[in-house]
């Protein structure tokens, strides 16, 4: 059974850091790209970023986590991590990841995209930026 399991989540004051990790199981992770989502109740949920697989050598990020968001991963751990830098109030909402194995950094990101076109999808992690 495939599972993605998201960690790393919880509660931050404003200008600090945590580190997302999406660790998979049943499934060889170097094999997708994999994307990092935000959604707070109500809202669209937002593509945040994203990386292609193998060597993980194109990235996306969406216009309001650049320079303080970094997605990266590490094959040998079959995990994908989102560290999180300068943390805002706005970046409050549950973390999803998402593996899809025939996309684009920037298709695998792009909004409007329902979870049924993803290959597989996790659990999500809460990330609550607050003083």
């Known amino acids: 059974q495939v599972q993605l399991v998201e960690s790393g989540g919880g509660l931050v004051q404003p200008g600090g850091s945590l580190r997302l990790s999406c660790a998979a199981s049943?499934?060889?992770?170097?094999?997708?790209?994999i994307g990092w989502f935000r959604q707070v109740p109500g809202e669209e949920r937002e593509g945040v970023s994203c990386i292609s697989a193998i060597d993980g050598r194109y990235t996306y990020y969406t216009d309001a986590v650049k320079g303080r968001f970094t997605i990266s991963r590490d094959n040998a751990k079959n995990t994908v991590y989102l560290q999180m830098n300068s943390l805002k109030p706005e970046d409050t909402a549950a973390y999803y990841c998402a593996a899809e194995s025939i996309t684009t950094v920037e298709a695998m990101c792009a909004p409007n995209r329902g979870t049924y076109e993803y290959d597989y999808w996790g659990q999500g992690t809460q990330v609550t930026v607050s003083s």
């Open positions: 049943g499934v060889t992770l170097s094999n997708y790209a």
